[in-house]
């Protein structure tokens, strides 16, 4: 019987194969040893999205975008959201909830806070936000542990003011600290950076997140709409469009 020369000079080749008297035959009948390395394969990005053969490429789209929708999505946003949408989806079901608690600095509330809440209730989304939630002379830290409890997923709306009060343990920081307690946060990078945000708060500063820096805030405002839409009101907008 044919002895395999594989032990002593290999197989890496495939004149390599066909040489060798007892893997030769096989060799030309499935097409080599060198066949597998000759198949092709989807090569991936370090972001982890594969990258097509052919000249036009798409962007990701998240299984909970509805049909027709508009809102682009980078492969890195997708990786961030999907967890706060799978926790959003198991609390979805629960009565009376606001869709999204917003945290922010003191000195944002008039200006880039309201903004953003405008910008999410004009598109449905229901926000707790203390400007109006709070009511004058009532507790803040009782209203803001409530706001916590009766919300599905928490933003933070991460500006160099956040930053100071984060430093300085106020409450943004106690908001923060009960926040990252449960994966239903998304951080919200305005007008500053992710580096800075990492010397303030390592753990937050670990949370992805989007940036005004890579996207308008209307943008990123529908964003959070379509993660924060329940399954059936998808379903109902891709039927209407």
Known sequence: M???TAPVHGHRTASAAAACPACGGRSSRYGGY???????YPSYSSSGSS??????????????SRAGSLVVYTPAEVRTLTPVRENFEKRAAL????????????????????ELHDLLE??????????????????LL???????????VGIVLVTPALLKRVQGEGIADKELSALLARDL???????????????????????SGLST?????????????????????????????
Request: glycine letters at 4%; hydrophobic letters at 35%.
């Open 2 to 4: 044919a002895q395999c």
């Open 34 to 40: 060198n066949s597998y390395e000759s198949r092709s």
């Open 51 to 64: 990258r097509s053969s052919g000249s036009g490429s798409s962007s990701p789209r998240p299984r909970w």
């Open 95 to 114: 009565p009376e909830l606001r869709d999204v608690f917003l945290c922010h600095a003191w000195d944002d509330r008039r200006e880039a806070a309201k």
């Open 122 to 139: 004009s598109r449905g989304v229901s926000v707790w936000f203390s400007e109006k939630d709070v009511l004058l002379g009532s507790p």
């Open 142 to 152: 009782r209203e803001i542990d409530k706001g916590l409890a009766k919300s599905r």
């Open 185 to 207: 946060l998304v951080p919200i990078v305005h007008n500053t950076t992710y580096d800075a945000l990492r010397e303030v708060s390592p753990l937050l500063g670990s949370r």
């Open 213 to 241: 820096a890579e996207d308008t805030m209307a943008n990123i405002a529908a964003k959070l709409a379509e993660l924060v839409t329940p399954e059936d009101k998808l379903a109902c907008a891709a039927t209407n469009y």
